[in-house]
């Protein structure tokens, strides 16, 4: 668990759905205008299942209580992993508070600790700061056809990035 003065990040588990759900589809739904639906995302109410036990991880950033970041990762097995749900609320989002940056380093660090040495990611191409986050931490932008064949892909997303990391 990471802490600094404005927020912690620790892992999160189903029992944190309802939170999770109540972060996420604003920013999807009214913020950005994705699409996306909560019965598209069935993901976000089997938290334990879908992320943990494949011994991937669902954490958030808090702040005194309030869930304020999210990021996941699905383990898919072949040393790679699909980085899912990362999402930071709007007046916490910037590099002066690293939220995301914070919870991208705790995906990261837990990525290298199962031996992950692969990771993807698809987004949406109006995201245009999540994308250009993701450039800056290296991430390399691919084809859709380029994408492995074990990828979960979202149907909403439009645009894919793949990291290659080692120890």
């Known amino acids: 668990?990471?802490?600094?003065?404005?927020?912690?990040?620790?892992?999160l588990s189903t029992e944190h759905s309802e939170q999770a759900v109540g972060?996420?589809?604003?920013?999807?739904?009214?913020?950005?205008?994705v699409p996306v639906t909560i019965q598209e995302q069935p993901?976000?109410?089997?938290?334990?299942?879908v992320y943990t036990q494949s011994g991937g991880g669902f954490w958030g950033a808090l702040k005194d209580g309030e869930l304020i970041g999210t990021i996941a990762l699905i383990h898919v097995g072949h040393n790679a992993g699909i980085i899912r749900k990362m999402f930071v609320k709007k007046e916490y989002r910037g590099r002066e508070l690293a939220i995301a940056q914070a919870l991208f380093q705790t995906l990261l660090d837990h990525s290298q600790t199962k031996g992950i040495s692969d990771l993807y990611l698809g987004t949406v191409e109006r995201l245009k700061a999540a994308c250009r986050f993701y450039e800056r931490n290296g991430f390399k932008?691919?084809?859709?056809?380029?994408?492995?064949?074990?990828?979960?892909?979202?149907?909403?997303?439009?645009?894919?990035?793949?990291?290659?990391?080692?120890?």
């Open 1 to 11: 668990m990471e802490i600094n003065d404005l927020f912690t990040i620790q892992p």
């Open 23 to 33: 972060l996420i589809l604003p920013i999807q739904q009214i913020e950005f205008g």
């Open 43 to 49: 993901d976000l109410f089997d938290i334990d299942r």
């Open 141 to 167: 932008r691919i084809k859709v056809e380029d994408l492995p064949g074990y990828f979960l892909r979202m149907q909403v997303d439009d645009t894919f990035y793949h990291l290659s990391i080692s120890k």
